[in-house]
């Protein structure tokens, strides 16, 4: 057979190659197949705020395989593109932007700005595609979306006004988290809280009017400027007769009530707490119950408002110390004692959250979580992992009402209008008169809607909804999504809900959860740290089969991976593996086009082909349960360990042969594993193994790996015999080639090798002879029943029932072997030392990095192993 393979694997020229050939032959693009089995997936949207991470590269990775296996199969597949606007976060990045031109975003204006925000969308959307084009994503790029293209802005009016109109969406003054550096508030799931070493502040309140003092207790002694009450439990005897009397609220001398309410916890501190409404959510609810007033002491800016006096314009952290200072001067601090708690802070940006009071839209969750919680329960939709699914019900069953406005520009709108009568006009399509008074000044609403909330919509949204399109009755509901553990209750729980709402049906059946993906050490890859990896340089170095292997391979579902280096070479050299193995077969292959199965199979040809069979079968049940990591092993294991290193090698001698009839059953054998097998590995390594199997096949126009039929179990291919008689033959081979190893002995030097079996394996020996002996680097092979006598002096070892001798006559010194092994043993012994007296240590078991203490745990193992293989050995050689 012609060869068009190159002596090297070059990754970049065959990978551009490749995926010009897949786009330009359509075969990403869903057919939307009446009557079809239907496999669809949504990509989750990554944001079009800069270059993918590698979180992306495996979340892609993952998906990527599930579609290329379910095309495979014969399934109608649609996989769905798209980017997501990022509000927050896009906005951040052109603010930074316009910061280096000494511009802020009012400066230049809302129109301008967003202008210069779909700039930057065109720009990094450009990028992101080009990067997953790289990565070999298969997603049928004519059906690809964006959250704030017309037809995902038509969906969310549509979904807003329309809960509006069921009251399931409300305006009000409520506490939120806002963050001082992004401007806006954020909802509950997009706070990180993080322990912080901090101070409890004891402080006095005189009596008003009465004797004595109240002693309260707070982590942020500048919020009592805004306190409103003291509270204490109406059961507590301690303050029963104080409750309706007053204290005097210290720095700003005003009086406020001392009120009863359950949720004071009489065992915490004095048993009293400063209610502040306008800077906890607690103290807002217990104002709420009690009419106190909402006073606001720091602002958006994260500053001190005017309402506090002297302390206003200073920094909240700069009003602590001042607050604090003036307390003691006044002697109404009685003890600061060391206190650490967990403190909220903006995933975006970092900054610490400020619970403030504010005009915000929210969505009442209660309503929708009812059946989002029903149908996991009730199986419709499966977490896998199956623990995730606690994760899920734990948010749900404890939802509170979701903040969804935003104070940026860069967003969907709120479809909400002002006129100066004052009415309110929540509407589909923009007004152009109030309907109350008829006048035409109306204002729309400043804020933009949460993210999340476009977010939600994915599923149905990107396929025409509201719309009954025939993509929407097609393909929805989608089949699994691939996300990221971090983001169920961002992302994954609120679709379940609009779907469930507004489709009447779940938006997938599914939900394949994974890990994040850390550096070696186990760290979380972040700019700070300076450890992430970019997945475009590994992909430019050593090309993106090789990047999806070494995800996918060190992938389990739900858990995180670690990304090390020896991983990305061990899969290289993978790649190059096949590379060569393929070359070779093309080479011996002949120009024969009738390579089906031949007719006369020897126990090799029976073996690869069980094997080969035993490896579909795994394969395909392990895709079927999401094991995707376990999947590629079991390809990888056949591929490099059965075939190439065990087949093929058996194969050169028929090959090389002149018997024409055995060479060409050989050569057929080998075409038919290799074909089959480059089926099983092109999901998860699509380049190398559509561009050997064009010419492996040597196809016709229009012919692609991609579009080639799934392989599927074929009984007629196990042999059981075969499989027992090869696992004897290869473990002999094994035996023979570690025997040698232990003394040294290399590949070129030739030694005798004895092997007594039982008269039942006589003719099994007998017939693979010549195999044994080239295959396990040894001189002659004489096969014994094991009635015959035992050799003398000879190393042995044991497979099963058949013995293996090593004649040592002649083919080393003795003395020099046993002092040799002696020397090698107290090596070993010093080095099982040094990791005992590690290992022995506390202090070191309590300071160094788990990695660190779990390499030295696997070193002892290690010299274990070694010590007692040496003291075997030693023990045997001195008895000789």
Same mark, same amino acid.
């Given at each position: 057979?012609?060869?068009?393979?190159?002596?090297?694997?070059?990754?970049?020229?065959?990978?551009?190659?490749?995926? +010009? =050939?897949? @786009? &330009?032959? !359509?075969?990403? *693009? $869903?057919?939307? /197949?009446?009557?079809?089995?239907?496999?669809?997936?949504?990509?989750?949207?990554?944001?079009?705020?800069?270059?993918?991470?590698?979180?992306?590269?495996?979340?892609?990775?993952?998906?990527?395989?599930?579609?290329?296996?379910?095309?495979?199969?014969?399934?109608?597949?649609?996989?769905?593109?798209?980017?997501?606007?990022?509000?927050?976060?896009?906005?951040?990045?052109?603010?930074?932007?316009?910061?280096?031109?000494?511009?802020?975003?009012?400066?230049?204006?809302?129109?301008?700005?967003?202008?210069?925000?779909?700039?930057?969308?065109?720009?990094?959307?450009?990028?992101?595609?080009?990067?997953?084009?790289?990565?070999?994503?298969?997603?049928?790029?004519?059906?690809? +979306? =964006?959250? @704030? &293209?017309? !037809?995902?802005? *038509? $969906?969310?009016? /549509?979904?807003?006004?329309?809960?509006?109109?069921?009251?399931?969406?409300?305006?009000?003054?409520?506490?939120?988290?806002?963050?001082?550096?992004?401007?806006?508030?954020?909802?509950?799931?997009?706070?990180?809280?993080?322990?912080?070493?901090?101070?409890?502040?004891?402080?006095?309140?005189?009596?008003?009017?009465?004797?004595?003092?109240?002693?309260?207790?707070?982590?942020?002694?500048?919020?009592?400027?805004?306190?409103?009450?003291?509270?204490?439990?109406?059961?507590?005897?301690?303050?029963?007769?104080?409750?309706?009397?007053?204290?005097?609220?210290?720095?700003?001398?005003?009086?406020?009530?001392?009120?009863?309410?359950?949720?004071?916890?009489?065992?915490?501190?004095?048993?009293?707490?400063?209610?502040?409404?306008?800077?906890?959510?607690?103290?807002?609810?217990?104002?709420?119950?009690?009419?106190?007033?909402?006073?606001?002491?720091?602002?958006?800016?994260?500053?001190?408002?005017?309402?506090?006096?002297?302390?206003?314009?200073?920094?909240?952290?700069?009003?602590?110390?001042?607050?604090?200072?003036?307390?003691?001067?006044?002697?109404?601090?009685?003890?600061?004692?060391?206190?650490?708690?967990?403190?909220?802070?903006?995933?975006?940006?970092?900054?610490?959250?400020?619970?403030?009071?504010?005009?915000?839209?929210?969505?009442?969750?209660?309503?929708?979580?009812?059946?989002?919680?029903?149908?996991?329960?009730?199986?419709?939709?499966?977490?896998?992992?199956?623990?995730?699914?606690?994760?899920?019900?734990?948010?749900?069953?404890?939802?509170?009402?979701?903040?969804?406005?935003?104070?940026?520009?860069?967003?969907?709108?709120?479809?909400?209008?002002?006129?100066?009568?004052?009415?309110?006009?929540?509407?589909?399509?923009?007004?152009?008169?109030?309907?109350?008074?008829?006048?035409?000044?109306?204002?729309?609403?400043?804020?933009?809607?949460?993210?999340?909330?476009?977010?939600?919509?994915?599923?149905?949204?990107?396929?025409?909804?509201?719309?009954?399109?025939?993509?929407?009755?097609?393909?929805?509901?989608?089949?699994?999504?691939?996300?990221?553990?971090?983001?169920?209750?961002?992302?994954?729980?609120?679709?379940?809900?609009?779907?469930?709402?507004?489709?009447?049906?779940?938006?997938?059946?599914?939900?394949?959860?994974?890990?994040?993906?850390?550096?070696?050490?186990?760290?979380?890859?972040?700019?700070?740290?300076?450890?992430?990896?970019?997945?475009?340089?590994?992909?430019?170095?050593?090309?993106?089969?090789?990047?999806?292997?070494?995800?996918?391979?060190?992938?389990?579902?739900?858990?995180?991976?670690?990304?090390?280096?020896?991983?990305?070479?061990?899969?290289?050299?993978?790649?190059?593996?096949?590379?060569?193995?393929?070359?070779?077969?093309?080479?011996?292959?002949?120009?024969?086009?009738?390579?089906?199965?031949?007719?006369?199979?020897?126990?090799?040809?029976?073996?690869?082909?069980?094997?080969?069979?035993?490896?579909?079968?795994?394969?395909?049940?392990?895709?079927?349960?999401?094991?995707?990591?376990?999947?590629?092993?079991?390809?990888?294991?056949?591929?490099?360990?059965?075939?190439?290193?065990?087949?093929?090698?058996?194969?050169?001698?028929?090959?090389?042969?002149?018997?024409?009839?055995?060479?060409?059953?050989?050569?057929?054998?080998?075409?038919?594993?290799?074909?089959?097998?480059?089926?099983?590995?092109?999901?998860?390594?699509?380049?190398?193994?559509?561009?050997?199997?064009?010419?492996?096949?040597?196809?016709?126009?229009?012919?692609?790996?991609?579009?080639?039929?799934?392989?599927?179990?074929?009984?007629?291919?196990?042999?059981?015999?075969?499989?027992?008689?090869?696992?004897?033959?290869?473990?002999?081979?094994?035996?023979?080639?570690?025997?040698?190893?232990?003394?040294?002995?290399?590949?070129?030097?030739?030694?005798?090798?004895?092997?007594?079996?039982?008269?039942?394996?006589?003719?099994?020996?007998?017939?693979?002879?010549?195999?044994?002996?080239?295959?396990?680097?040894?001189?002659?092979?004489?096969?014994?029943?094991?009635?015959?006598?035992?050799?003398?002096?000879?190393?042995?070892?044991?497979?099963?029932?058949?013995?293996?001798?090593?004649?040592?006559?002649?083919?080393?010194?003795?003395?020099?072997?046993?002092?040799?092994?002696?020397?090698?043993?107290?090596?070993?012994?010093?080095?099982?030392?040094?990791?005992?007296?590690?290992?022995?240590?506390?202090?070191?078991?309590?300071?160094?990095?788990?990695?660190?203490?779990?390499?030295?745990?696997?070193?002892?193992?290690?010299?274990?192993?070694?010590?007692?293989?040496?003291?075997?050995?030693?023990?045997?050689?001195?008895?000789?």
């Amino acid at each position: 057979m012609s060869i068009n393979l190159p002596s090297v694997y070059k990754p970049a020229e065959v990978e551009k190659k490749i995926y +010009r =050939f897949w @786009l &330009d032959g !359509g075969f990403f *693009r $869903a057919p939307l /197949e009446k009557g079809a089995n239907v496999f669809s997936m949504v990509i989750p949207p990554p944001n079009v705020t800069g270059k993918l991470h590698m979180g992306h590269a495996l979340n892609s990775t993952i998906q990527d395989v599930l579609v290329r296996w379910r095309r495979m199969q014969g399934f109608d597949t649609l996989w769905l593109p798209g980017t997501d606007h990022a509000g927050i976060a896009t906005q951040n990045k052109v603010e930074e932007h316009l910061a280096h031109e000494g511009l802020s975003r009012y400066d230049i204006g809302r129109e301008k700005f967003l202008e210069k925000a779909w700039q930057w969308k065109e720009d990094y959307h450009a990028r992101i595609l080009e990067q997953l084009y790289k990565l070999g994503v298969s997603c049928d790029w004519s059906r690809e +979306r =964006f959250t @704030l &293209d017309e !037809g995902c802005s *038509r $969906a969310v009016r /549509e979904v807003f006004v329309s809960l509006y109109e069921r009251g399931l969406i409300y305006r009000g003054d409520y506490m939120v988290n806002w963050c001082p550096r992004c401007h806006t508030a954020i909802s509950d799931i997009e706070v990180e809280h993080e322990d912080k070493p901090s101070t409890i502040t004891h402080i006095r309140y005189p009596g008003a009017g009465w004797e004595g003092s109240i002693s309260v207790a707070t982590t942020r002694v500048e919020t009592m400027l805004g306190d409103t009450a003291v509270a204490v439990h109406p059961e507590d005897k301690r303050y029963r007769d104080l409750v309706g009397k007053e204290v005097l609220l210290p720095l700003v001398n005003k009086k406020i009530p001392i009120i009863a309410d359950e949720y004071v916890d009489p065992a915490f501190g004095s048993g009293a707490v400063k209610i502040t409404p306008a800077h906890d959510p607690n103290d807002f609810e217990i104002g709420q119950r009690h009419g106190l007033e909402v006073i606001s002491v720091i602002g958006g800016d994260g500053k001190m408002t005017p309402e506090t006096g002297k302390y206003a314009g200073m920094d909240r952290y700069e009003a602590r110390q001042q607050v604090l200072k003036d307390l003691q001067e006044l002697s109404l601090v009685e003890k600061i004692e060391d206190y650490e708690h967990a403190v909220g802070h903006c995933q975006r940006c970092g900054t610490e959250i400020e619970p403030l009071v504010s005009l915000q839209w929210f969505v009442k969750m209660k309503p929708l979580a009812r059946e989002a919680i029903e149908k996991v329960k009730e199986g419709d939709i499966s977490f896998v992992p199956e623990r995730f699914t606690k994760v899920y019900l734990n948010w749900m069953e404890n939802i509170r009402d979701w903040c969804i406005s935003r104070q940026i520009w860069w967003g969907h709108r709120i479809p909400a209008w002002y006129c100066s009568c004052g009415e309110m006009i929540v509407s589909r399509e923009t007004p152009d008169k109030c309907p109350a008074c008829g006048g035409n000044t109306l204002t729309q609403d400043l804020d933009v809607l949460d993210t999340w909330f476009s977010s939600a919509l994915w599923p149905f949204s990107t396929m025409g909804w509201p719309e009954k399109t025939p993509d929407l009755e097609h393909y929805f509901p989608t089949s699994v999504l691939v996300t990221a553990y971090d983001i169920l209750t961002f992302w994954v729980a609120r679709m379940i809900f609009m779907s469930l709402d507004f489709m009447q049906d779940i938006p997938f059946s599914d939900v394949c959860v994974h890990g994040l993906v850390r550096d070696a050490q186990g760290r979380k890859m972040s700019k700070s740290l300076g450890n992430g990896v970019d997945p475009l340089e590994v992909i430019g170095e050593f090309g993106a089969d090789t990047l999806r292997f070494t995800l996918i391979t060190g992938q389990a579902p739900g858990n995180d991976q670690r990304f090390r280096s020896d991983s990305v070479e061990a899969s290289r050299n993978f790649a190059n593996k096949i590379w060569n193995a393929s070359r070779f077969l093309l080479m011996n292959l002949g120009e024969e086009k009738d390579l089906g199965l031949p007719e006369g199979l020897n126990r090799h040809d029976r073996w690869i082909l069980d094997s080969f069979n035993a490896s579909v079968e795994k394969t395909t049940a392990l895709l079927e349960k999401y094991e995707l990591g376990e999947a590629a092993h079991v390809v990888y294991d056949f591929l490099w360990g059965d075939f190439c290193d065990w087949y093929i090698e058996l194969s050169k001698l028929p090959l090389y042969s002149d018997n024409i009839i055995e060479k060409q059953g050989t050569q057929k054998v080998l075409y038919y594993v290799l074909e089959g097998t480059l089926r099983l590995l092109h999901p998860f390594m699509p380049f190398i193994s559509e561009e050997i199997w064009q010419q492996l096949v040597r196809v016709e126009k229009g012919q692609a790996l991609i579009r080639a039929a799934w392989p599927l179990p074929d009984e007629k291919l196990i042999d059981e015999r075969a499989r027992c008689e090869m696992e004897l033959v290869m473990g002999t081979i094994r035996s023979i080639r570690n025997l040698r190893s232990e003394i040294g002995l290399p590949p070129g030097k030739k030694s005798p090798i004895v092997i007594r079996v039982p008269e039942k394996h006589l003719a099994l020996f007998a017939d693979e002879k010549s195999y044994m002996e080239r295959l396990s680097w040894s001189g002659p092979v004489s096969i014994i029943e094991n009635t015959e006598e035992k050799p003398s002096s000879s190393l042995t070892a044991l497979v099963d029932e058949v013995e293996i001798y090593l004649p040592l006559e002649g083919v080393i010194d003795l003395a020099q072997e046993i002092n040799r092994l002696e020397k090698e043993l107290k090596d070993v012994e010093k080095e099982m030392q040094k990791v005992e007296a590690k290992l022995g240590n506390e202090k070191f078991l309590q300071r160094a990095p788990a990695e660190i203490v779990q390499k030295e745990k696997a070193k002892k193992e290690e010299y274990d192993l070694r010590r007692s293989k040496l003291g075997f050995r030693l023990g045997e050689l001195k008895s000789l």
